[in-house]
T-cell receptor, first 116, second 111 residues
Framework: GAVVSQHPSWVICKSGTSVKIECRSL??????MFWYRQFPKQSLMLMAT?????????EQGVEKDKFLINHASLTLSTLTVTSAHPEDSSFYIC????????????FGPGTRLTVL | QKEVEQDPGPLSVPEGAIVSLNCTYS??????FMWYRQYSRKGPELLMY??SSGNKEDGRFTAQVDKSSKYISLFISDSQPSDSATYLC???????????WGAGTKLIIKP
């Protein structure tokens, strides 16, 4: 149990376009989902916390107009990178908190974004 | 000073050895302690989840928490080449669900 999927697993796009990344909890309901960014050989950096049915809470320094997060249901959250630029190229990972186990977070496999 | 300190390694040990991975932290308010394993270009996988002080075993993995010393450890017995990965420690306050991460230790198990 506690499987989280992400789609796509990798994406290449042109500068100026928008990219949507989906995060799904497959076998549990997630009241809270988290979006992280990870640069090579570095730890995870929390970008935002997403609660179902409410606006996401962004970490300091993360542009909410650039990284749009929607948590439409208890099993789906999306991250849209708007007007992507090469500096947005990174590994984006989502996690979901299982409401049954309260504090445990389970991670998706990640999405590698390359902006040309 | 970072809230959570973790040696990035790499730590290289021969197959079959016992591996010890550690993190120290500065905030005594942390209550929940986790160890994640991350393979290259994959998401982190939860290995161990502990609350407060004490030991927890799961197969070849043993997690230890020493709150008095603000020190947590993950032991891997009978290490295998497939254990080669980056191991990240993470912590939470009691009522705050944000994870505070260590830098991750890259572990290499040599056949």
């Amino acid at each position: 149990g506690a499987v989280v999927s992400q789609h796509p697993s990798w994406v290449i796009c042109k500068s100026g376009t928008s990219v949507k990344i989906e995060c799904r909890s497959l076998d549990f309901q997630a009241t809270t989902m988290f979006w992280y960014r990870q640069f090579p050989k570095q730890s995870l950096m929390l970008m935002a916390t997403s609660n179902e049915g409410s606006k996401a809470t962004y970490e300091q320094g993360v542009e909410k107009d650039k990284f749009l997060i929607n948590h439409a249901s208890l099993t789906l959250s999306t991250l849209t990178v708007t007007s992507a630029h090469p500096e947005d190229s990174s590994f984006y990972i989502c996690s979901a908190r299982d409401r049954r186990t309260y504090n445990e977070q389970f991670f998706g496999p990640g999405t590698r974004l390359t902006v040309l | 000073q970072k809230e959570v300190e973790q040696d990035p390694g790499p730590l290289s040990v021969p197959e079959g050895a016992i591996v010890s991975l550690n993190c120290t932290y500065s905030n005594s308010a942390f209550q929940y302690f986790m160890w994640y394993r991350q393979y290259s270009r994959k998401g982190p996988e939860l290995l161990m989840y502990t609350y407060s002080s004490g030991n927890k075993e799961d197969g070849r993995f043993t997690a230890q928490v020493d709150k008095s010393s603000k020190y947590i450890s993950l032991f891997i017995s009978d290490s295998q080449p497939s254990d080669s990965a980056t191991y990240l420690c993470a912590m939470q306050w009691d009522s705050n669900y944000q994870l505070i991460w260590g830098a991750g230790t890259k572990l290499i198990i040599k056949p």
